[in-house]
């Protein structure tokens, strides 16, 4: 047994052997003062573990890692009020629904919003989506954490529950959420099991979805933003590219019938699936285009990708109301892309907003303001909503911004991390999102 | 929803510092849904699940900015489903993937590329896997320990097939199962030490006191051969003194540093007695 301890010590890190040697001499120090320390309670250690009485370990962290400045992920636009709302998904800044004017003189300091939505009455989750129906006063959001859809007040402010709730079947995890006013249906996306639900607006807590596209013939993958162009009776969903084969009905929560216990929380009941092939691949990253009223394993009417299109990581969808443009947020390369309303295939975008001038960085929400005739853009990296001209393109300026932390402070690297690594090696620490 | 890159820190990093670095972007095939990694020191790689994907990717340790991996497991000899977690075992050269959607735990080579079938599969009745979603090894005890529904439970390293488990941690005393929402275990070889945090509601592990009781997340550690509804050895749990706010875990056995991820939050806790060496 020892000889394969210092194996393993020999391999992992004889680099440090000298330092760990002396560092367990000190720990032996520490060890033997801690025990004598306030914030170490010792319990009786009885010789039987199912007598054991613990050690209560209570003591503050030596160090906190964190950024304490909210980010902007969706944008929705209240033309009518002159209000944006902005997703703040950043859990270390308080997870909140940020309102600002449209209209502000520029600035380059922090703007405090208007009012926020936040608190733990309000179930936010991990707010990632945000539509809007100035006609009814609702404000719609979803979470890429929780499997919920919340209605509130357009003039929700504070640490308020949301005005209703859909809470059923919906799958868990989703990305973006759209509101077809003139067929008053609402869209959601769903990452993990690769599906776009239509509900009903007027929706209440358990029902079920109007219709929904889901399967291998859907060319769904990792699907983010989506967009209803209701004249054109087209739905528009940009996919990352991370693809396998989904079951139609997949991710929806009915208890132990669940078709399977993907998408559902670690918690929640659900069919173990058989051991099988794995079907998962990487496509190339694209927008799917579907007929609005599609339903179950649909196949796209177009699908725009390739190499030429430029799309790296799309998120945010819209349209501009003036040239039909498809608008996209690129996160990938910090860009903007615009297409042709009837784009397809591995199509050049008609213009690209992109540049060092810009000031994007990881572009994840747009929207158009049609009043003031301006384009917005949400920034997550560096903590920023750019506002540009609608017609916008190239490395052009932003008209203005606004800003949650300093110009000069540090990206916003993490999101909800879901691990934590030690590299002893580098003496480093690795947080994956 | 979070942005799929990893962020890398200096251990010493403190409040709201620059990353060292940053591995993001298309090339990198991360999915915003990256829920654990693990360091391979003999290879110097460190090897990421996209359960988009059903693929495990693995880099160099020095990885930096839009860098694609060094190679990818994916395809269906592979048998991944939804992986959302990886364990290195570097001293025998394995990799271990605890299947959530399959009740199953598979091994591979740790340079295993392409479509390559597992060499060893867990799965069965008597296994107890129901609902995987972590597995760590210990390759010196050859010790393999998931994370499962209703308990962490403990395996021979090499076990496969429908072995039974050797010990089971379960029950209201012990405060683990993932109905209790438990996430990460790892194991200290050196200490023969089992260290497993979990979110729970009601009684929280330890002696009454002020704090027994509450909605919160604990870390409890345990000992080697613990088997049963038995109290940790040690634990941690959330009080306005400690402010653990995570269920995510990684060690530094040298400086007695122990990682707790939480959204969006990476706190340092030293706690030196928990890595004493026990051989």
Same mark, same amino acid.
């Given at each position: 047994?020892?000889?394969? =301890?210092?194996?393993?010590?020999?391999?992992?890190?004889?680099?440090?052997?000298?330092?760990?040697?002396?560092?367990?001499?000190?720990?032996t120090?520490?060890?033997?003062?801690?025990?004598k320390?306030p914030g170490v309670?010792?319990?009786?250690?009885?010789?039987?573990?199912?007598?054991?009485?613990p050690?209560?370990? !209570?003591?503050?962290?030596?160090r906190?890692?964190?950024d304490? +400045?909210p980010?902007?992920?969706?944008v929705?636009?209240?033309?009518?009020?002159?209000?944006? =709302?902005?997703?703040?998904d950043k859990?270390?800044?308080?997870?909140?629904?940020?309102?600002?004017?449209?209209?502000f003189?520029?600035?380059?300091r922090?703007?405090?919003?208007?009012?926020?939505i936040?608190?733990?009455?309000t179930?936010?989750?991990?707010?990632?989506?945000?539509?809007?129906?100035?006609?009814h006063?609702e404000?719609y959001?979803?979470?890429?954490?929780?499997?919920?859809?919340?209605?509130?007040?357009l003039q929700?402010?504070?640490?308020?529950p949301?005005?209703?709730?859909?809470?059923?079947i919906?799958?868990r995890?989703n990305?973006?959420v #759209?509101?077809?006013?003139a067929?008053d249906?609402?869209?959601?996306?769903?990452?993990?099991?690769?599906?776009?639900?239509?509900?009903?607006?007027?929706?209440?807590?358990? /029902?079920?979805?109007?219709r929904?596209?889901?399967?291998?013939?859907?060319?769904?993958a990792?699907?983010?933003?989506?967009?209803?162009?209701?004249?054109?009776?087209?739905? #528009?969903?940009?996919n990352?590219?991370?693809?396998?084969e989904?079951?139609?009905g997949?991710?929806e929560?009915r208890?132990a /019938?669940s078709?399977?216990?993907?998408?559902?929380?670690?918690?929640v009941p659900?069919r173990a699936?058989?051991?099988?092939?794995?079907?998962?691949?990487?496509?190339?990253?694209?927008?799917?285009v579907?007929?609005?009223?599609a339903?179950? /394993?649909a196949?796209?009417?177009?699908?725009?990708?390739?190499?030429?299109?430029?799309l790296?990581?799309?998120?945010?969808?819209?349209?501009?109301?003036?040239?039909?443009?498809i608008?996209?947020?690129?996160t990938?390369?910090?860009?903007?892309? =615009?297409?042709?309303r !009837?784009?397809?295939?591995n199509?050049?975008?008609?213009?690209?907003l992109?540049?060092?001038?810009?000031?994007l960085?990881?572009?994840?929400?747009?929207?158009?303001d049609?009043?003031h005739n301006?384009l917005?853009?949400?920034?997550?990296?560096?903590?920023i909503?750019?506002? =540009?001209p609608?017609?916008?393109?190239?490395?052009?300026?932003?008209?203005?911004v606004?800003?949650?932390?300093?110009? +000069?402070?540090?990206l916003?690297?993490?999101?909800r991390?879901?691990?934590?690594?030690y590299?002893?090696?580098?003496d480093?620490?690795l947080?994956p999102n | 929803?979070?942005?799929p890159?990893?962020?890398? *820190?200096a251990?010493?990093? @403190?409040g709201?510092?620059v990353?060292?670095?940053?591995?993001?972007?298309?090339?990198t095939?991360?999915?915003?849904?990256?829920?654990?990694?693990?360091?391979d020191p003999?290879r110097?790689?460190?090897a990421?699940p996209?359960?988009?994907?059903?693929?495990?990717?693995?880099?160099?340790?020095?990885a930096?900015?839009n860098?694609?991996?060094l $190679?990818?497991?994916?395809?269906?000899?592979?048998?991944?489903?939804?992986? @959302?977690?990886?364990?290195?075992d570097?001293?025998?050269?394995?990799?271990?993937v605890?299947?959530?959607?399959?009740?199953?735990?598979?091994v591979?080579?740790?340079?295993?590329?392409? @479509?390559?079938?597992p060499?060893?599969?867990l799965?069965?009745?008597n296994?107890?896997?129901?609902g995987?979603i972590r597995v760590?090894?210990?390759?010196?005890?050859?010790?393999?320990?998931v994370?499962?529904?209703?308990a962490?439970?403990?395996?021979?390293?090499?076990?496969?097939?429908?072995?039974a488990?050797?010990?089971?941690?379960s029950?209201?005393?012990t405060?683990?199962?993932?109905?209790?929402?438990?996430?990460d275990?790892?194991l *200290?070889?050196?200490?023969?030490?089992i260290?497993?945090?979990?979110?729970?509601?009601?009684?929280?592990?330890g002696?009454?006191?002020?704090?027994?009781?509450?909605?919160?997340?604990?870390?409890?550690?345990?000992? *080697?051969g613990?088997?049963g509804?038995?109290?940790?050895w040690?634990?941690?749990r959330?009080?306005?003194?400690s402010q653990?706010?995570g $269920?995510?875990?990684?060690f530094?056995?040298?400086?007695?540093?122990?990682f707790?991820?939480? @959204?969006?939050?990476?706190?340092? *806790?030293?706690?030196?007695?928990?890595?004493?060496?026990?051989?």
């Open positions: 047994m020892m000889r394969r =301890f210092r194996r393993f010590d020999r391999l992992a890190s004889s680099r440090i052997r000298p330092i760990a040697m002396a560092a367990i001499l000190l720990l120090a520490v060890w033997i003062q801690t025990r320390s309670v010792l319990a009786q250690q009885g010789g039987a573990a199912s007598q054991r009485q050690i209560i370990l !209570d003591r503050p962290p030596a906190v890692l964190s304490p +400045n980010v902007f992920r969706a929705a636009i209240d033309t009518e009020r002159g209000e944006m =709302f902005m997703a703040n859990e270390s800044a308080g997870a909140s629904i940020l309102v600002y004017p449209t209209q003189t520029p600035t380059d922090i703007m405090e919003p208007r009012r926020r936040a608190g733990p009455n179930d936010l989750g991990m707010v990632c989506g945000l539509a809007l129906s100035p006609q006063g404000l959001s979803v979470s890429g954490e929780t499997g919920t859809l919340n209605v509130f007040s929700a402010s504070g640490d308020v949301p005005v209703r709730r859909l809470d059923g919906i799958p995890a990305a973006g #759209y509101l077809d006013a067929n249906e609402l869209w959601i996306t769903t990452e993990h099991v690769n599906r776009v639900s239509a509900y009903r607006r007027t929706f209440q807590e358990e /029902d079920e979805p109007l929904y596209i889901q399967g291998p013939s859907t060319q769904l990792d699907p983010h933003g989506v967009y209803v162009d209701s004249e054109a009776n087209e739905i #528009y969903v940009t990352h590219g991370n693809w396998r989904t079951q139609t997949e991710g929560v208890g /019938d078709l399977t216990r993907s998408s559902l929380g670690y918690n659900g699936l058989p051991l099988g092939p794995s079907t998962g691949k990487f496509l190339p990253a694209s927008i799917t579907y007929s609005r009223t339903n179950g /394993d196949e796209p009417v177009r699908v725009i990708q390739g190499p030429r299109t430029r790296d990581q799309p998120d945010g969808i819209t349209q501009d109301p003036v040239t039909g443009e608008v996209v947020a690129n990938g390369d910090d860009s903007v892309l =615009f297409f042709a !009837d784009a397809t295939g199509m050049l975008p008609v213009r690209v992109q540049g060092t001038a810009t000031k960085q990881g572009p994840v929400g747009v929207s158009v049609r009043r301006e917005w853009v949400a920034s997550w990296d560096n903590h909503a750019a506002v =540009f609608r017609t916008a393109h190239g490395d052009m300026a932003p008209l203005r606004i800003r949650t932390a300093p110009e +000069n402070a540090p916003a690297s993490m999101g991390i879901g691990a934590v690594a590299d002893a090696k580098r480093e620490i947080v | 929803m979070s942005q890159r990893i962020s890398v *820190y251990s010493s990093a @403190d709201n510092a990353p060292t670095r940053v591995i993001q972007g298309s090339r095939r991360q999915a915003r849904t990256s829920h654990y990694l693990a360091i003999i110097d790689e460190f990421v996209n359960p988009f994907a059903q693929a495990i990717l693995f880099f160099r340790g020095d930096d900015g860098e694609a991996p $190679r990818t497991l994916q395809g269906p000899k592979t048998l991944l489903s939804q992986p @959302d977690n990886v364990a290195v570097p001293l025998h050269g394995e990799i271990f605890a299947q959530f959607t399959t009740d199953s735990v598979l591979f080579p740790n340079d295993a590329a392409g @479509d390559v079938p060499t060893r599969i799965h069965g009745p296994t107890k896997l129901d995987p760590e090894v210990d390759p010196v005890n050859d010790l393999m320990v994370t499962t529904r209703d962490v439970v403990f395996f021979n390293r090499t076990d496969e097939g429908d072995a488990p050797k010990w089971v941690l029950g209201p005393k405060g683990l199962g993932f109905s209790r929402i438990t996430r275990v790892k *200290y070889p050196e200490g023969r030490k260290i497993a945090a979990a979110r729970i509601r009601g009684r929280l592990p002696p009454p006191g002020v704090d027994s009781f509450g909605d919160g997340h604990f870390i409890g550690v345990w000992q *080697y613990d088997t509804d038995v109290e940790p040690a634990v941690l959330a009080t306005p003194h653990l706010m $269920r995510r875990l990684a530094n056995k040298e400086a007695g540093d122990l707790v991820g939480g @959204d969006g939050i990476v706190q340092v *806790y030293h706690l030196p007695e928990i890595f004493e060496r026990t051989e």
